[in-house]
């Protein structure tokens, strides 16, 4: 038991929290491999800090230990430039490398290169998935009515994918195309567009913000999102400036089940009006619907499920 507990504590320790490493408070580690945004701590800190910030620009003084914390990225800035830790060697996945764009990682070559080479295997794990009637829905993530998917990351940017729904209802895809790296996206724009031969559809932005990474595999191999929807088939990555807010036009939870359930009963609506309900009756919901049943037509299928 205590072997354990000291194994727990010594690994725990090796993750020390950017707020501590920043030199904003003594002691803080991170038990959330730096997934900032899951963190009840850093919320709290950012408050604190943005609230001392407004004080400071308007003049007021306040007395406490409260009123003495400041943005851990604010406090490195005071550093020499050449000083300044890179926040990839801060989360210990590089040896020492100096923040030469003063924490604006969406402005910085070497961030998107590292995220390329990086983010992509390090977002493939497991997810907890919910079936209904054979289509996955996984936990945790947020969803759009046009079948994108939204996964929080640290600070404020967030991973966008399609779902298995679209997916497996327009079949394997040859390539999937995404603004490049710098772009900006806005929630409910078609931003995203998708090919299999001469078909095309165009996918609605769940979230806006500005894209800070792609997953460039997908613009050859556009079938690797069909294989691994919520992993390896991830589209892009954006820094969001109104997440909250786009958070409130997202789905999550029940209410992706319920929304699942509808579009299901919609699809074998239209699968019985064209092709009669034995073939709906007889598990044609498999992984290429369009494929197995053309006549339902392309245009058709993505303006009534894509909405676009």
């Known amino acids: 038991m205590g072997s354990t507990h000291l194994e727990n504590q010594s690994q725990k320790n090796n993750?020390?929290?950017?707020?501590?490493?920043?030199?904003?408070?003594?002691?803080?580690?991170?038990?959330?491999?730096?997934e900032c945004s899951l963190c009840r701590y850093d919320r709290v800190m950012r408050q604190a800090a943005v609230e001392n910030k407004k004080l400071k620009e308007t003049g007021k003084t306040t007395k406490g230990r409260k009123t003495e914390i400041v943005f851990w990225k604010d406090r490195l800035k005071?550093?020499?430039?050449?000083?300044?830790?890179?926040?990839?060697?801060?989360?210990?996945?590089?040896?020492?490398?100096?923040?030469?764009?003063?924490?604006?990682?969406?402005?910085?070559?070497?961030?998107?290169?590292?995220?390329?080479?990086?983010?992509?295997?390090?977002?493939?794990?497991?997810?907890?998935?919910?079936?209904?009637?054979?289509?996955k829905i996984p936990q945790g993530y947020y969803l759009h009515q046009g079948h994108c998917w939204a996964k929080l990351e640290e600070g404020s940017e967030v991973r966008l994918g399609i779902d298995d729904f679209?997916?497996?209802?327009?079949?394997?895809?040859?390539?999937?195309?995404?603004?490049?790296?710098?772009?900006?996206i806005q929630q409910?724009?078609?931003?995203?567009?998708?090919?299999?031969?001469?078909?095309?559809?165009?996918?609605l932005s769940p979230i806006s913000?500005?894209?800070?990474?792609?997953?460039?595999?997908?613009?050859e191999q556009g079938n690797v999102a069909n294989k691994d929807p919520y992993s390896e088939g991830w589209i892009l990555r954006i820094h969001s400036h109104n997440l909250r807010q786009d958070l409130k036009?997202?789905?999550?939870?029940?209410?992706?089940?319920?929304?699942?359930?509808?579009?299901?009963?919609?699809?074998?609506?239209?699968?019985?009006?064209?092709?009669?309900?034995?073939t709906a009756d007889g598990g044609q919901l498999n992984s290429d619907i369009f494929g197995n049943l053309p006549e339902l037509?392309?245009?058709?299928?993505?303006?009534?499920?894509?909405?676009?």
């Open 78 to 135: 005071e550093l020499p430039a050449n000083q300044r830790p890179c926040l990839h060697h801060m989360k210990g996945r590089i040896d020492f490398r100096a923040c030469t764009h003063e924490y604006r990682c969406g402005n910085c070559e070497f961030d998107q290169y590292f995220q390329d080479q990086y983010t992509v295997h390090a977002f493939v794990r497991q997810v907890d998935f919910l079936d209904v009637e054979g289509f």
């Open 15 to 34: 993750h020390p929290c950017l707020w501590m490493q920043a030199g904003v408070v003594r002691r803080k580690f991170c038990d959330k491999d730096y």
């Open 188 to 203: 409910n724009r078609s931003d995203i567009l998708m090919n299999r031969g001469k078909f095309e559809a165009k996918v």
């Open 297 to 308: 037509g392309w245009e058709r299928l993505t303006k009534l499920f894509l909405r676009t």
């Open 249 to 278: 036009n997202l789905m999550i939870g029940d209410e992706t089940e319920t929304f699942y359930s509808q579009e299901i009963q919609r699809l074998y609506e239209v699968i019985e009006d064209h092709a009669g309900p034995l």
């Open 166 to 184: 679209a997916l497996r209802l327009l079949g394997p895809l040859d390539q999937i195309q995404a603004p490049l790296v710098g772009k900006e």
């Open 209 to 219: 913000g500005v894209v800070t990474a792609v997953n460039s595999k997908l613009r």
